[in-house]
T-cell receptor
Framework: GQNIDQPTEMTATEGAIVQINCTYQTSGFNGLFWYQQHAGEAPTFLSY????GLEEKGRFSSFLSRSKGYSYLLLKELQMKDSASYLC???????????FGIGTKLQVIP | DARVTQTPRHKVTEMGQEVTMRCQPI?????VFWYRQTMMQGLELLAY????????DSGMPKDRFSAEMPDATLATLKIQPSEPRDSAVYFC????????????????FGEGSRLTVL
């Protein structure tokens, strides 16, 4: 099976940078995702890492280290609209059922 | 604008009643997931279909839940009988698994069905 750990809550200031960490254990690995979910809405895709390293997409970057079972999502130039939950999700080997962590609720304050 | 469509958006029912939730995946997607989300458990995977075939429903209470995909445009999740602990938001998501077994990386979620069982 898989186990995914991420902090449940974080607070950061508008304009700052925040890093949301995710650690995981899995018996097979095909990729790691990050999704954003605003309160009362569906999750939306942010990033997908298959290989080690940093993937940058605008203000958001995602890093993966497969040997360490570790990923982080980096959000720069925080905006109030970035207040949301950020979900780390695993795509394991085999039948590729995507499983999610419980999510990190980020609050951006002025 | 392709999107996953779920019905109903909201459902309030009494304990013991049957509940059926429906999902229309994005045309051309070959993979469909059903998730349940609560504050305490986050997103829990209930069932997973590939090319309409059920691949994994180990996360689903078998005695009361059932998931089917009668055709490529419809996935259903049924609860019979419903219980108060089933109150949650149920999400359907679809995606495309390419040749070679590697997913494109993105799941598209419907807006969810918010179920309240009294």
């Amino acid at each position: 099976g898989q186990n995914i750990d991420q902090p449940t809550e974080m607070t950061a200031t508008e304009g700052a940078i925040v890093q949301i960490n995710c650690t995981y254990q899995t018996s097979g690995f095909n990729g790691l995702f990050w999704y954003q979910q605003h309160a009362g809405e569906a999750p939306t895709f942010l990033s997908y890492n298959v290989l080690d390293g940093l993937e940058e997409k605008g203000r958001f970057s995602s890093f993966l280290s497969r040997s360490k079972g570790y990923s982080y999502l980096l959000l720069k130039e925080l905006q109030m609209k970035d207040s949301a939950s950020y979900l780390c999700a695993l795509l394991p080997g085999g039948y590729q059922k995507v499983t999610f962590g419980i999510g990190t609720k980020l609050q951006v304050i002025p | 604008d392709a999107r996953v469509t779920q019905t109903p958006r909201h459902k309030v029912t009494e304990m013991g009643q049957e509940v059926t939730m429906r999902c229309q995946p994005i045309l051309g997607h070959n993979t469909v997931f059903w998730y349940r989300q609560t504050m305490m458990q986050g997103l829990e995977l209930l069932a997973y279909f590939r090319n309409r075939a059920p691949l994994d429903d180990s996360g689903m209470p078998k005695d009361r839940f059932s998931a089917e995909m009668p055709d490529a445009t419809l996935a259903t999740l049924k609860i019979q009988p419903s219980e108060p602990r089933d109150s949650a938001v149920y999400f359907c998501a679809s995606g495309l698994v390419q040749r070679g077994g590697l997913d494109t990386g993105e799941l598209f979620f419907g807006e969810g069905s918010r179920l309240t069982v009294l």
